[in-house]
């Protein structure tokens, strides 16, 4: 192990550290939403803001990790501000510099690490925001620009605290020495320009939390109640891409004012960030009342932007997400109330935007319970919590097994099972969908081997592949390694990927899904008719069989439009020589109207639910095969 450097100016880097006044400070919301955003924008399971100090690194905020420091001499981020540069380390295990550090080779098991430097304001590197993975892989020139940005806005955090401590310390200077006017008006404008945004010249979020702060005590002496709003523009980000910043800027000078036309005596309007809003609205505790004023801002932020486009005029919508939170009931000091209104306003978007949430314990628990479920994953495979289930699919001309989904259970020593609906995303948002993913994949691969050596018919199994391991991974090396240790036939592994997933980089999709297709594995789209598919596009896609979305299958007795849509998809992938499955088939009558559309295969209750190894192997035992393929393979 190599242990890290000391600068050669590092008396003055441990000075300028100091005067940041961070070491030792207690958790802020500020630092800990740019940690988790990094941890969900770059799909890794840790984030870190890391401050080197002597003998020790001290994190700040952490996302995903439980120690509060390590030792100076183990750590990457004393590597990390060695130099101006990001410290990118795809495979710790491979890198002499830390292949037997303890965080790779003890419980931590880093594996990957990227690191940007963070500067004080006399610009000497006092830590880093990194990342940390617990298996190898690469960042993109895209994703390491995301967390160079993140860590530029780290640093204008940090900047604005010193700046702030310092324009008070001068405030408070020229008024003890009666200076001259002028003076007095420059140290004001400084402060001003400390607690307001640029751009809409509205209070920042810092300046509202103390707002909020300074009336603490009249309100609970009053027994007055407040409410604080966190105002979230859904998409916003769309905008800046298709129309440009400054449309962006304009829009939001202009949702500025229309918000402050709804504002009264005492209410205060903040921008906490590019796509934020946050409200103090004194007095208004009544929850009726409080929903009739949310709705009034909530349409006074919604519009329709013009859109370059052709023929026809383009419009692109704008709403937004509101979460609030109650003094005292929802929260007894500034910054409880902020998370709460935060937390319920991350909820309403979960609800797909342009809603009203508030705050509520069933709220919280739901949060810690999701934080208690992501770090317990992480120990999920390694503790046996983890197991696979079988759901049979039929061929609907022959009533033969010709295909078996793979699906991951989780039975947690407390909660019981745990339902995949809850622990995926779960999974995919920390970034530990990719461990689980390889997991299901050698798993399924080697008890499929143990089939064969058992004598069973030879069905395929089919594994599901998520947007971060199929683009984000080796993925094709991962599938080759696999069937090289199990020795499995290339026939009897099939691979499925959601419509989404495929349109977010065609280009790639289609060169991975060729080199894939190359090993001899089956490939399915999943979820097929949600996307808006092309023709064209899939005619590029060299797969095997599309995978109709279950919202389609269950409507389709009901529904003369879903019926419509099944009938299309079957046709149009029939037309390229493509296999059709269907899943979510329940009942006889969608088993009729699916088999009079001419579909290949079906899945579902209506046949079998999931089964245990051993059951399904009985299943395929009883019901023949192996089963022929599909008819347009």
């Known amino acids: 192990m190599q242990i890290p450097d000391i600068p050669i100016d590092e008396a003055r880097r441990l000075a300028a550290l100091h005067a940041t006044q961070l070491l030792g400070s207690p958790p802020e919301d500020a630092f800990d939403r740019i940690t988790r955003m990094a941890a969900r924008l770059l799909h890794v399971p840790i984030a870190l803001v890391s401050l080197v100090d002597q003998d020790v690194q001290w994190f700040k905020s952490r996302c995903g990790l439980d120690a509060t420091e390590t030792a100076r001499d183990i750590s990457f981020c004393g590597h990390a501000i060695l130099d101006h540069v990001p410290l990118v380390v795809p495979d710790a295990q491979l890198d002499a510099r830390f292949a037997d550090n303890p965080l790779v080779t003890g419980p931590t098991q880093v594996r990957f690490y990227a690191g940007v430097p963070l500067y004080s304001i006399e610009h000497q590197p006092i830590g880093t925001l990194c990342v940390l993975d617990h ?55 400084v402060e001003f320009l400390l607690n307001h945004d640029a751009l809409t010249g509205l209070a920042n979020r810092q300046a509202l939390a103390r707002a909020i702060e300074q009336n603490l005590a009249a309100w609970r002496a009053q027994g007055t109640q407040a409410l604080v709003a966190a105002l979230n523009l859904d998409k916003f980000k769309r905008v800046n891409e298709q129309l440009g910043h400054h449309a962006g800027d304009n829009a939001l000078v202009a949702i500025t004012h229309s918000l402050q036309g709804l504002l009264g005596p005492g209410d205060l309007l903040a921008r906490a960030g590019n796509d934020e809003f946050v409200l103090l609205l004194p007095g208004l505790g009544d929850d009726s009342a409080a929903r009739d004023r949310l709705r009034q801002l909530l349409q006074a932020v919604q519009r329709e932007l013009p859109a370059p486009g052709g023929a026809l005029p383009l419009s692109l919508p704008l709403t937004c997400s509101i979460g609030y939170a109650i003094f005292p009931e929802d929260g007894a000091d500034g910054d409880a109330l902020l998370n709460s209104a935060d937390m319920a306003s991350r909820r309403a978007k979960e609800f797909g935007g342009g809603q009203i949430q508030r705050f509520s314990e069933a709220l919280r628990r739901a949060a810690e319970r999701k934080l208690a479920l992501e770090s317990q994953l992480r120990h999920a495979i390694g503790n046996g919590e983890l197991y696979l289930q079988y759901q049979p699919k039929i061929e609907l001309k022959t009533g033969t097994v010709a295909g078996l989904e793979v699906l991951v259970r989780w039975r947690h020593p407390e909660h019981g099972l745990v339902s995949p609906e809850e622990f995926i995303p779960v999974a995919e948002e920390s970034g530990q969908i990719v461990a689980i993913g390889e997991w299901v994949l050698r798993s399924a691969s080697v008890q499929a081997r143990r089939w064969i050596e058992q004598g069973m018919p030879r069905v395929p199994v089919a594994v599901n592949l998520s947007a971060r391991q199929f683009l984000h991974t080796d993925i094709v090396a991962t599938v080759e390694g696999v069937m090289r240790e199990t020795q499995l036939p290339p026939g009897l592994l099939e691979l499925e990927l959601t419509e989404s997933m495929s349109i977010d980089d065609p280009a790639r999709s289609a060169a991975l899904l060729g080199r894939l297709r190359a090993l001899g594995v089956t490939l399915s789209i999943d979820d097929f008719g949600t996307g808006y598919s092309s023709l064209s596009y899939l005619k590029r896609l060299p797969v095997h069989k599309l995978k109709i979305d279950i919202s389609f299958v269950q409507d389709i007795c009901q529904s003369s439009e879903s019926l419509a849509m099944v009938n299309a998809i079957i046709a149009m992938a029939h037309s390229l020589r493509l296999g059709v499955i269907a899943e979510g088939v329940e009942h006889r009558e969608q088993m009729e109207s699916l088999r009079a559309s001419g579909c290949d295969q079906i899945q579902g209750f209506y046949f079998s639910r999931p089964l245990d190894a051993e059951a399904c192997a009985a299943y395929v035992r009883r019901h023949g095969g192996p089963a022929p393929g599909l008819a347009h393979d």
């Open 135 to 189: 298996v190898p892989r690469y960042l993109s020139e895209e994703e390491l620009d995301m967390l160079r940005d993140l860590a530029r806005m780290l640093e204008g955090l940090i900047h604005h605290r010193q700046l702030a401590s310092a324009a008070q310390s001068l405030r408070a200077q020229v008024h003890a020495g009666a200076a001259d006017p002028a003076l007095l008006e420059a140290a004001g404008r």
